[in-house]
């Protein structure tokens, strides 16, 4: 939850420098997250159990002019069998507008026993012939690492606000029957997705309460005194970005500059195929 200066409480406990405060909140955020799957689980191998096994490649890339310097690419493999699913990939991280990657799986296998003591989801590195379990819990030098770059990260924020999003059926060249395309030899319907959308990017401000007093933290009838502080303003906030960025790439320093509030739009085509072996009662858009 955020407060009404769109702050929520990790940035707050950071805003701070409060160690404890942010380790606390850290170490929930890990407790809820493990609950979730464990949670989840159970629906997935239901879910996996109804559908025929299959094998699938995601070749998946950005071809938006601004973000197409600095995004990445990859291609996964997916096979189904039974409650079980592995999935390759060799995409790990991305420093420095470069792609670091290592073939890699992660493993979730449903059938397997809880009591058996084997996890039910894991990763694999092919490289170096290892495997770990993502959600063991975190040795306390870990946890130390992880609290300290919290404390020390330079906190941006960035604004992506839909003003309007619209899905047309592909229409033929005279406007009367719908576009059909063979993809991987299935038959699937084009659609054309409309979006009207405003980005910005700014600094966060860091907020400083005066003689706060945690016992009336919730206490509505209690005013809480603050300040704020902007460590830079967004002209030097972008350019601090591309430097942290090593970016050399002239076009992307321009365009990143002219990132501001104004309304921009973007289009995209969607193919859908009644006959996909997946199936859902429910299509659900996230952007």
């Known amino acids: 939850m955020k407060n009404f200066r769109k702050c929520n409480a990790i940035e707050i406990a950071t805003s701070f420098e409060d160690t404890e405060a942010v380790r606390i909140i850290f170490e929930y955020l890990l407790k809820r997250r493990k609950l979730k799957i464990e949670r989840n689980e159970i629906k997935a191998g239901n879910f996996l159990s109804k559908i025929p096994d299959i094998y699938l490649e995601m070749t998946w890339e950005v071809n938006i002019p601004l973000l197409k310097f600095m995004c ?3 291609t996964c493999k997916l096979w189904k069998v039974g409650k079980n699913i592995r999935m390759d990939f060799s ?9 670091i990657r290592c073939p890699s799986s992660y493993i979730f296998r449903g059938e397997d026993d809880i009591n058996s003591g084997q996890p039910l989801v894991f990763h694999v590195n092919h490289k170096n012939n290892t495997y770990f379990n993502p959600f063991e819990p975190l040795e306390s030098d870990e946890e130390d690492l992880i609290v300290k770059d919290i404390l020390n990260c330079h906190r ?3 604004e992506f606000k839909l003003k309007k999003c619209t899905v047309i059926e592909s229409k033929s060249y ?5 576009v059909y395309d ?3 030899k299935i038959n699937a319907q084009k659609y054309e997705v409309r979006i009207a959308a405003s980005v910005n990017l700014k600094d966060k401000e860091k907020i400083e309460y005066e003689n706060i007093c945690m016992d ?3 206490d509505n009838n209690v005013e809480l005194r603050y300040k704020t502080h902007i460590v830079m303003n967004n002209d030097k ?7 942290e960025l090593k ?4 076009k992307f320093r321009e365009q990143l500059m002219k990132l501001d509030n104004k309304e921009k739009s973007l289009k995209a085509y969607v193919w859908i195929a009644q006959e996909f072996p997946i199936k859902s009662s429910v299509i659900k858009i996230k952007i």
Do not use: E, R, T, W
């Open 72 to 74: 990445p690419n990859d």
């Open 91 to 99: 995409f790990q991280q991305f420093k420095h507008l470069s792609s």
């Open 156 to 158: 941006i924020d960035g």
């Open 174 to 178: 005279f406007g009367k029957k719908p």
């Open 182 to 184: 063979i993809i991987n």
């Open 216 to 218: 009336n933290y919730f």
């Open 237 to 243: 906030l972008k350019n601090h970005l591309a430097n």
């Open 247 to 250: 970016v050399k790439n002239d």
